[in-house]
């Protein structure tokens, strides 16, 4: 009865694992920058790993991001960046080894991935 209910535990979390990503692999590397062009004010880079994977994430707590670059990303996954607090406003697709600039300032992102 132990043994069943143990399998039974062991195949949801596998399962939770699966449906969120491996949480020690590094889907996406993404840059942020202080202003517009993804040449100035390098505010350095962001590793994004299978735990994060579908959440509204701050892309920083102090710094002002005008500009982000995507290095580089795993197949089947797109970063969106957000103006706004909750990830609620328009997304902006980041492309792969493309600048999204502006002169408004960048708050959120998150990383969707195909199952």
Do not use: F
């Amino acid at each position: 009865m132990h043994y069943i209910t143990a399998l039974s535990l062991t195949a949801s979390l596998l399962g939770m694992v699966a449906a969120t990503g491996n949480p020690v692999h590094r889907y996406t590397q993404l840059r942020a920058w202080g202003q517009p062009g993804c040449r100035a004010s390098n505010l350095g880079e962001e590793g994004i790993y299978g735990d994060y994977i579908g959440l509204c994430v701050p892309l920083g707590n102090y710094d002002t991001i005008r500009s982000v670059s995507v290095e580089s990303v795993e197949s089947g996954c797109t970063l969106y960046i957000y103006r706004n607090l909750q990830c609620h406003s328009e997304p902006i697709e980041v492309p792969l080894m493309k600048c999204v600039s502006g002169e408004h300032e960048y708050k959120m992102y998150k990383l969707v991935c195909d199952d």
